[in-house]
């Protein structure tokens, strides 16, 4: 009888859809947000919601003690630590968010942002993780704490998440990546919002709005008076490996779609490790622009860089620190 194994190809989905959450949720994330607020203000915090003797532990292993306690200064600046809260503790996104009735806060977690709603939640969602995060910490053991472990504790949890998805779901990751991406860059004109839907006013006082749509994925379009409508980029991402050259002629054709109702930049966004570029022109010509999701989650890329200021530039704004 001959051996037969099953493909590996789902395996190597699963590496790219990994790298997306490392740079999203994981202690990259974490780590990019740490440099980026105030080390006085984090270490203030921690004292007031993270127990004393719990914080000495973790420094005595060498380790900051917001690697397993959040505070809101960190939610605030990146919401989307609550994901890798999460994932150290265990929890799967059902656990918490259905069973445990706190699904007001999916949206830090998915979108990346912090609705009036919850925002004065915030401190006492810290403060009931880190209850259990010194449960984690003392029915380990801080002698056996260590970066690699705490790394280890989310991927874990992160495990069965992944394969418990299919690549219509890490596509569906793809896309709220992207649309959270934008919602950072433009976060500071924006009046509406929704988990569909952004309303900027841009600086010719016009509405500009940003929308999931079906085709394209992602849709900007000026509104130049209540009867004038501008089109000006359609976006699509292809978040799953799984045969790029079919998806990429599948961009080309909502391209093509887009431009005919009068769109004139067409952006296409892939998440698979390497790609031809030459031979992506030729999959999609109407692309006017090819980023990798891996790289625009990156916010010190060149990428990241050329992303912001095209977006900033086409639709009218001033970047949030001019």
């Known amino acids: 009888m001959s051996l037969h194994l099953p493909s590996s190809k789902l395996q190597a989905t699963m590496a790219t859809a990994l790298e997306t959450f490392r ?32 914080l000495q532990q973790l420094a005595s292993r060498s380790l900051r003690g917001e690697f397993l306690f959040p505070v809101p200064v960190l ?70 704490f260590s970066l690699n472990l705490l790394d280890d504790l989310t991927l874990l949890t992160l495990g069965p998440q992944l394969r418990g998805s299919n690549n219509t779901k890490i ?49 900007i379009v000026e ?29 080309e054709k909502s391209h093509q779609t887009a431009k005919q109702r009068g769109f004139v930049e067409f952006w296409t966004i892939y998440n698979v490790p390497s790609l031809s570029l030459a031979m992506a022109h030729e999959k999609s010509p109407t692309t006017n622009q090819f980023y990798s999701l891996n790289n625009l989650l990156n916010a010190d890329s060149t990428a990241f860089a050329d992303f912001r200021d095209r977006l900033i530039s086409l639709v009218g704004i001033a970047g949030s620190l001019d």
């Open 23 to 54: 740079r999203l949720y994981l202690q990259e994330a974490l780590m990019q947000t740490i440099k980026e607020i105030s080390l006085t203000t984090l270490n203030a915090e921690l004292d007031e919601f993270a127990p004393a003797t719990d």
């Open 75 to 144: 939610l605030k600046a990146n919401p989307r630590l609550l994901g890798y809260y999460r994932l150290l503790l265990g929890f799967s996104q059902k656990e918490l968010f259905n069973k445990g009735k706190l699904g007001r806060f999916k949206a830090m977690e998915e979108r990346g942002v912090i609705s009036q709603r919850i925002e004065g939640e915030l401190e006492e969602l810290c403060r009931v993780f880190a209850q259990r995060a010194s449960e984690l910490l003392n029915e380990i053991g801080a002698e056996r």
């Open 171 to 219: 596509g569906k990751l793809a896309n709220e990546a992207v649309f959270g991406l934008i919602h950072t860059i433009v976060a500071h004109k924006v009046e509406k919002e929704t988990t569909t839907r952004m309303e900027i006013r841009n600086a010719s006082g016009r509405k500009v709005v940003i929308a999931f749509s079906a085709d394209p994925d992602i849709s």
């Open 223 to 251: 509104e130049v008076s209540k009867t004038t409508k501008r089109n000006i980029v359609a976006i699509e991402i292809k978040g799953d490996q799984s045969n790029i050259w079919n998806r990429l002629g599948e961009a």
